[in-house]
């Protein structure tokens, strides 16, 4: 069991390699071990200045793109997007953890435009709109 996550998110980034690759992104497996919360592994897609960072555990976790300095989670560039929270495919509730993975994708194919295939400004103002509701969601003045 000494590589069950990374086994299993090796074979979730073949479910997002089709789209990725043929949007220009490279692929690539950043770390794994075993910490005080279990075993675990991430990876990344890049493509310049662009990342879609990912990581497992016991499911997948933490999804976070990234242009230059600047970043997002998962959750608030689907709020960006959709214009509110809870709407996206994922995360979803299968207790198969490559459905996380085919329903990131799912969301990437849906809703990734501005990551996958807009302008560098484009993005930055997705980024930037992502943060400022989550800001609005938290109460926080502006």
């Known amino acids: 069991m ?3 996550a990374k086994e299993i998110l090796e074979s979730g980034s073949d479910v997002l390699k089709p789209l990725l690759l043929r949007h220009g992104f490279a692929y690539r497996a950043l770390d794994s071990g075993n910490s005080s919360g ?3 592994a991430c990876a990344e897609f890049r493509r ?3 990342r879609l960072e990912f990581h497992f555990r016991s499911s997948l976790g933490m999804v976070t793109y990234q242009l230059k300095s600047r970043s997002m989670s998962h959750g608030e560039y689907m709020r960006s997007v959709l214009g509110r929270s809870n709407a996206s495919h994922y995360p979803g509730f ?3 953890p490559l459905d996380a993975f085919r ?3 799912l969301d990437l194919e849906e809703y990734g435009a501005d990551f996958l295939e807009g302008t560098d400004e484009g993005l930055l103002l997705r980024i930037e709109d992502a943060l400022s509701r989550l800001g609005d969601q938290l109460g926080l003045p502006e």
Do not use: A, P, V, Y
């Open 94 to 96: 299968s207790s198969n």
């Open 38 to 40: 279990g075993q675990f």
């Open 103 to 105: 329903d990131l994708r």
């Open 2 to 4: 000494s590589h069950h």
């Open 48 to 50: 310049e200045t662009r």
